[in-house]
C-alpha cells in the first residue's frame, strides 16, 4: 500500500520559490529562497478544479507542434539501482515525461497526473500505428525519500503492463536532480516552519512534457491542458511527423 | 507531536495552476490562466512599467516599484527603480507561468527585457534582454506578452519591413529562446477580410480558443497624435478587426469586423460564460464577443462608453472577479467609468469620476476594493502643458465611491511616464529542496 502523505498539508497562499529557468544557478536559487522573509503575501490560490474541454481535439498531423527546448542530458537511477542517462529515456520513441513523488495525494496532483497517464496508456495501446514508438517517464522529485524500492512499488500501480515502456526513475541525490529540475524548468519548494526550519512539505506546479524522438520538448501541458483527447492527438501527432 | 522527518509533500501549486485556469480572474485579472499565484488579498507591490523622459532624471525607461502595503512603512512610497539604460517606449508586461519573472518590451526598441520578480519583489532584477524580436520575426513593438506553459506568448504590434500595423505573434520559450512566429491573419476568412494586425492576446483554456485584437503600427504609434488624427491616410492604418484561433493548432479560425481599434480583450471565465469583451478606442464601443446558440462566435456591439462623437478614446479596461462588472478609463477626458455587467449583452454604466487630466491602464485587486490608474498612453500620444500630468493613482472602491488611497507624482519624483502595471506579494518564506535534504 502506498504511503499517504497530508492531502491538506498545503496551506493557502503559498508562491514557490524555484530555481529560475533564467540563468539562476539552482545553488543560487538555493540560498535565495533561505533568505525570503514572511510579510503576510496574499497570494490565494482558491479551490483546485480539474481541466475543463468543451471542444473536439484537432485531428493528428493537422498542426504542427512546436519546438520548444532540447533536453539536456543528465544522470538519473532507475527502479534497480542503477544509473540511467536521461537521454536513453528521451530519445528515441515519444516520450512523455512528469515529475511526482510516492506519496503525493492532492486528488489533483500526482495521482490525477498517472491517472491521466494511465488512460492514454490504453489509447496508445490500443493503437497499432504506435506500438512500440511511445514510453513514459516518471522522475521522482525526491531523491531522499523515494529510493529505487519506493519507486519500485509505487510504479506496480501504474506500469503493470509489461508490453509497455513505463519508466520510474529516481536520482541519487538531491544535487543530481537540480539541473534537471532547472533544466525542465518544473518548480520546487518546501514550506519552514515557525522557526525557519524545513517542514518538508513541497510544492510544485503539476507539468508533463511531451518529448519527440530526437530529445526535443515539443509539448507542455499543466493541469489546464490535461486533456487526454489532446495529448494523444498531440503523440499522434509527432508520430505521423516522424513518419 | 513531533513531526516525522520525512518529507511532506504536496502537489499544491497544481491546485493552484487549477483554479487559476478554471476560476474567475481579475486584474490580478488580466493574467494569462496559466499563471499561478493569485493575489485575491492585499498585494504588497506594484510595478510599474514607466517611459524614460529625456532630461527626467536618467531619461530612461525603468521598472518603478511602488510599495502598495497599507501596513507598511512605504506604503504608498516608491522603494525601487530599475533603469534599462535607454528609451524605446516602455509599454506592456507579463509574467511567466511560474510568476517568479516579469517580461516587459519595448515598443519602439523591440527590445524586452526580463526581471526576477520572485526571488525579491521588492527590489526585482534585470536578469535577461532579448533583442532578437525583428531578426527572428519580422516582427516589431512587442505588447501583450501572456504566459503558456513554459513559454510566453507575445502579441506584437507592427513590423520590420514598413513599420505599418502588419504583424504577428512569437512565441519565446522561458529561457529566452525564440520558438515560433504566427501571422495575423490579412487573408478573407469566411468573408470576412483580415487587416493583419494586432494587439492584445486572451485565451480561455476550456474552450481551446485564443483571442486577438489590433491596434495600429509603429509609424501611427511612434508619431504626434495631432498629426496622426489629422492625416486622413495615417487614421485608414488602425486595426478593424477581432480574430478567433484554435490555441492547440495557431490557425485562425474567425475573423471578426470590429471597427476602431479594438484593444484590450478580457475573458469572462467563471463556469458557464462563454463571453468576452473589449473596448475600441476609436468608436468608443464595447464589443461582446460570445457564442450563439448555434455554436458559432459573433462580435456584437453591446453599447457606448462616454460620448462616442467626442472621441474619449477608451484606452484600457479592467474585468472583475466575477466578472459582472468593468472598468474603463477614457484617455482624452480623464475619466474612470464602471459598467454593471450583470448582463454583458447590455452594460450600463452606473459610476464615473474624473481621475486626472490624462488617465489610461487602470487594475483592480482581485477583491475589487483597490483600483490603480495610471497616466500615459505613448510617448507621443500624451498631452502637453499642464495636461500632461504623469502619475500613479491608488484608490479604494466601496462599490459606490473611488477614494484616493495615494499619488505618485512621476514627474516631480523624476521618473517619466507611467503606464502598465503588475502586482506582486511578498513570497513566503520557503526553503529549497537541498535543504530540506541535508540531513
Known amino acids: 500500500m502506498r504511503r499517504g502523505g497530508q492531502p491538506g498539508a498545503r496551506a493557502p497562499g503559498r508562491v514557490r520559490l524555484s530555481a529560475g529557468a533564467m540563468g539562476i544557478a539552482p545553488a543560487a536559487a538555493v540560498a535565495i529562497a533561505g533568505l525570503v522573509g514572511t510579510a503576510g503575501a496574499a497570494v490565494d490560490p482558491g479551490k483546485a478544479a480539474a481541466p475543463r474541454m468543451e471542444f473536439v481535439a484537432p485531428a493528428p498531423g493537422s498542426y504542427r507542434l512546436q519546438k520548444i527546448q532540447r533536453v539536456h542530458e ?94 520510474f526513475v529516481t536520482a541519487r541525490r538531491v544535487p543530481e536532480l537540480l539541473p534537471v529540475l532547472d533544466d525542465f524548468g518544473q518548480d520546487v519548494s518546501v514550506d519552514v516552519d515557525e522557526s525557519g526550519r524545513a517542514t518538508r512539505t513541497l510544492h510544485h506546479m503539476l507539468k508533463m512534457f511531451l518529448i519527440d524522438a530526437h530529445g526535443e520538448v515539443r509539448e507542455i501541458y499543466t493541469l489546464a491542458f490535461l486533456q487526454p483527447p489532446v495529448m494523444f492527438n498531440d503523440i499522434k501527432t509527432l508520430a505521423l511527423e516522424a513518419g | ?76 512610497k516608491v522603494i525601487d527603480k530599475i533603469s534599462v539604460g535607454g528609451r524605446g517606449e516602455a509599454h506592456h508586461m507579463g509574467f511567466t507561468d511560474d510568476r517568479r519573472y516579469l517580461w516587459a518590451g519595448g515598443l519602439d526598441d523591440s527590445k524586452i527585457y526580463v ?72 487573408s478573407t476568412l469566411k468573408q470576412v477580410k483580415g487587416d493583419g494586425y494586432g494587439y492584445d492576446i486572451a485565451v480561455n483554456p476550456a474552450k481551446n480558443a485564443l483571442l486577438t485584437s489590433s491596434f495600429t503600427g509603429w509609424n501611427n504609434y511612434m508619431r504626434d ?78 453599447g457606448a462608453i462616454g460620448d462616442p462623437s467626442k472621441i474619449p478614446l477608451p484606452v484600457d479596461i479592467s474585468i472583475t472577479a466575477d466578472a459582472k462588472g468593468l472598468w474603463v478609463n477614457t484617455f482624452m477626458d480623464g475619466t474612470t467609468h464602471y459598467f454593471d455587467l450583470s448582463d454583458p449583452e447590455h452594460p450600463r454604466q452606473t459610476y464615473s469620476k474624473h481621475t486626472g487630466s490624462q488617465v489610461n491602464m487602470v487594475s483592480q485587486s482581485w477583491d475589487g476594493r483597490r483600483i490603480y490608474v495610471t497616466s500615459s498612453l505613448l510617448s ?60
Open chain 1, 74 to 167: 543528465a544522470v538519473l537511477l532507475d527502479t534497480d539501482g542503477r544509473t540511467v542517462k536521461l537521454s536513453a529515456l528521451t530519445r528515441g520513441k515519444i516520450t512523455l515525461l512528469t515529475f511526482f513523488y510516492t506519496y503525493c495525494v492532492d486528488p489533483l496532483g500526482c495521482p490525477f497526473a498517472h491517472t491521466t497517464l494511465a488512460e492514454l496508456r490504453d489509447q496508445v495501446r490500443g493503437d497499432p500505428a504506435l506500438s512500440g514508438r511511445v514510453r513514459f517517464v516518471s522522475v521522482s522529485l525526491d531523491p531522499t525519500h523515494d529510493t529505487p524500492a519506493a519507486i519500485t512499488a509505487y510504479a506496480a500501480e501504474f506500469a503493470v503492463i509489461p508490453a509497455f515502456d513505463w519508466r
Open chain 2, 1 to 76: 507531536m513531533r513531526i516525522p522527518r520525512r518529507l511532506i509533500l504536496s502537489c499544491g501549486l497544481a491546485a493552484i495552476l487549477g483554479a487559476a485556469a478554471s476560476a474567475p480572474r481579475a486584474d490580478e485579472t488580466c493574467n494569462s490562466p496559466y499563471m499561478t499565484g493569485l493575489i485575491k488579498g492585499q498585494e504588497d507591490f506594484v510595478h510599474v512599467w514607466t517611459l524614460g523622459v529625456p532630461g527626467m532624471g536618467d531619461g530612461s525607461d525603468k521598472l518603478v516599484t511602488v510599495d502598495a502595503n497599507p501596513a507598511s512603512k512605504t506604503y504608498g
Open chain 2, 115 to 186: 526581471f526576477d520578480v520572485g526571488t525579491n519583489p521588492s527590489h526585482p532584477k534585470l536578469v535577461k534582454t532579448i533583442d532578437n524580436l525583428p531578426a527572428k520575426s519580422g516582427y516589431a513593438g512587442p505588447h501583450t506578452f501572456y504566459a503558456l506553459p513554459g513559454r510566453m506568448l507575445i502579441g506584437n504590434l507592427s513590423n520590420t519591413a514598413d513599420k505599418g500595423g502588419v504583424t504577428g505573434m512569437t512565441v519565446y520559450n522561458n529561457k529566452g529562446d525564440f520558438v515560433a512566429k504566427y501571422d495575423m491573419p490579412a
Open chain 2, 225 to 302: 497624435l495631432g498629426e496622426v488624427v489629422k492625416d486622413p491616410e495615417a487614421m485608414k492604418h488602425f486595426g478593424n478587426t477581432m480574430v478567433m484561433w484554435n490555441l492547440k493548432t495557431m490557425t485562425p479560425e474567425q475573423i471578426f469586423a470590429v471597427p476602431g481599434a479594438p484593444l484590450e480583450i478580457r475573458w469572462a471565465l467563471p463556469e458557464g460564460r462563454n463571453w468576452a469583451i473589449t473596448a475600441t478606442a476609436l468608436t468608443s464601443q464595447l464589443w461582446l464577443i460570445k457564442r450563439d446558440a448555434a455554436g458559432k462566435w459573433q462580435a456584437k456591439d453591446v
Open chain 2, 380 to 439: 507621443k500620444w500624451d498631452k502637453a502643458g499642464k495636461d500632461n500630468e504623469q502619475f500613479l493613482r491608488a484608490f479604494h472602491w466601496d462599490g459606490h465611491e473611488l477614494t484616493p488611497a495615494f499619488e505618485i507624482d512621476f514627474a516631480k519624483e523624476q521618473l517619466g511616464r507611467p503606464h502598465h502595471m503588475k502586482f506582486t506579494a511578498n513570497p513566503p518564506q520557503m526553503a529549497s529542496l537541498l535543504q530540506a535534504s541535508a540531513p
